[in-house]
């Protein structure tokens, strides 16, 4: 008997499979990355530079300064029990482990020549004090991973400040916390660290001091996330116009969104509080979705000018370095992270890229240009010095 043109019970089932798969295909297809493009920050323009900075490697942050003229701040990431510093030697533990950690709660401003874009000179700021130093939660270097200008603050006397803010919210596998019990509490001291930007002018001032802590809760098991690992942070307006942290996980490109409004953070001398109590500074975090067009990249870096935000993407086997590029919103820019495709970017750089800045006028650091600095936690994860990127717009 031939066939009638309608589906048998066998063919059924079989169209039915088809049809399951296609729409499982449309599904992925609409979530895969689109196609990156050359043009822009890809061009031939782009350079490469190496620097070597005294007990500055693993850098994992740089932003540049909005007063000082040429001034960029750099961080590192991560303490190791391995890691040598000149002021530790001839220690032996305990002293010697405390004595790291002190040495790595460290900030670094460098200067860096708007032409030849050499590290000219380089300037280590240590924690003022080095108790907060031994403190997971207050300034104790356990996985630093970005670092971003701070939102417009007042003095006592109302003049404006620049703050600067440290992300401490890496997964911390070298430098696990623990309480006396032996129960590992790394998730639960992730925390931004809000800062005064210390005085270049001043050749004497060598030392910061946290101003504010904003405690974080636990992001394992949000949007599926298995790890508090959250590499890249953007300071901005909020939906509701408040001054709001914007940060995205290293893997699965999830975006969460943290108030930064003063009474929501604490003292470096307040205890943290329970993430049930009822202190407006108890730790807080909200997910506000996945990076539009960003899955399976791994997003180290971000930062944020007047006109446009970005983020880098590292290089590694699956896909080359990308710039990931954002126009800044009038109103909500979570919206904007997670609903409208970003303009991709391939450019240079290498695996060990955690680091993006926007670069400022050499005229006039308060103005920003487009151009864009990325930087490498090390030289082919060496210890001898760092490697960094221009990558001019256009």
């Known amino acids: 008997m031939g066939h009638t043109g309608l589906p048998r019970r066998g063919d059924t089932w079989r169209y039915a499979g088809v049809g399951a798969l296609l729409t499982v295909v449309v599904i992925l297809a609409a979530s895969w990355p689109a196609d990156p493009v050359a043009g822009a920050y890809g061009g031939a323009n782009q350079s490469s530079h190496e620097a070597s900075v005294a007990e500055a490697y693993e850098l994992s942050g740089v932003v540049a300064s909005p007063r000082y003229k040429d001034w960029y701040w750099v961080h590192?990431?991560?303490?190791?029990?391995?890691?040598?510093?000149?002021?530790?030697?001839?220690?032996?533990?305990p002293a010697l482990a405390e004595?790291?950690?002190?040495?790595?709660?460290?900030?670094?401003?460098l200067r860096i020549d708007p032409g030849t874009l050499e590290v000219r000179e380089a300037r280590p700021f240590s924690v003022a004090d080095p108790a907060w130093a031994l403190d997971p939660f207050l300034a104790q270097n356990n996985d630093w991973e970005d670092i971003s200008l701070g939102p417009p603050r007042s003095d006592?006397?109302?003049?404006?400040?620049?703050?600067?803010v440290l992300a401490a919210t890496g997964s911390a596998a070298n430098n696990r916390v623990r309480d006396a019990g032996g129960r590992d509490l790394t998730c639960e001291t992730r925390r931004l660290i809000e800062l005064s930007e210390p005085d270049l002018d001043d050749p004497a001032a060598t030392t910061w001091s946290p101003w504010?802590?904003?405690?974080?809760?636990?992001v394992r098991g949000t949007g599926g996330l298995g790890i508090c690992d959250i590499e890249s942070l953007v300071v901005a307006d909020g939906a509701d116009g408040e001054p709001t942290a914007f940060l995205v996980s290293r893997m699965q490109r999830k975006l969460f969104a943290r108030s930064l409004v003063e009474t929501t953070g604490r003292a470096p001398w307040t205890p943290p509080a329970a993430v049930d109590s009822d202190e407006e500074h108890r730790p807080a975090i909200s997910h506000l979705g996945g990076v539009?067009?960003?899955?399976?990249?791994?997003?180290?870096?971000?930062d944020i000018n007047g006109s446009h935000v970005s983020m880098l993407v590292a290089h590694s086997g699956k896909h080359p370095c990308e710039i990931l590029t954002w126009p800044v919103p009038d109103g909500d820019l979570g919206a904007t992270l997670t609903e409208k495709s970003p303009t991709r970017h391939v450019v240079t750089c290498d695996s060990g890229a955690e680091g993006l800045a926007y670069m400022r006028s050499p005229d006039d650091p308060s103005e920003t240009t487009d151009d864009l600095l990325a930087v490498a936690d090390a030289n082919e994860n060496a210890r001898s010095g760092f490697g960094y990127w221009h990558l001019p717009y256009g």
Do not use: H
């Open 76 to 93: 590192s990431d991560n303490w190791e029990p391995t890691d040598v510093f000149a002021a530790c030697t001839g220690l032996t533990d």
């Open 99 to 109: 004595c790291q950690q002190v040495q790595r709660a460290r900030i670094w401003a």
């Open 156 to 164: 006592r006397t109302g003049a404006a400040r620049v703050t600067l």
């Open 212 to 218: 504010k802590i904003y405690d974080l809760r636990d």
């Open 292 to 302: 539009r067009d960003a899955l399976g990249l791994k997003i180290t870096a971000a």
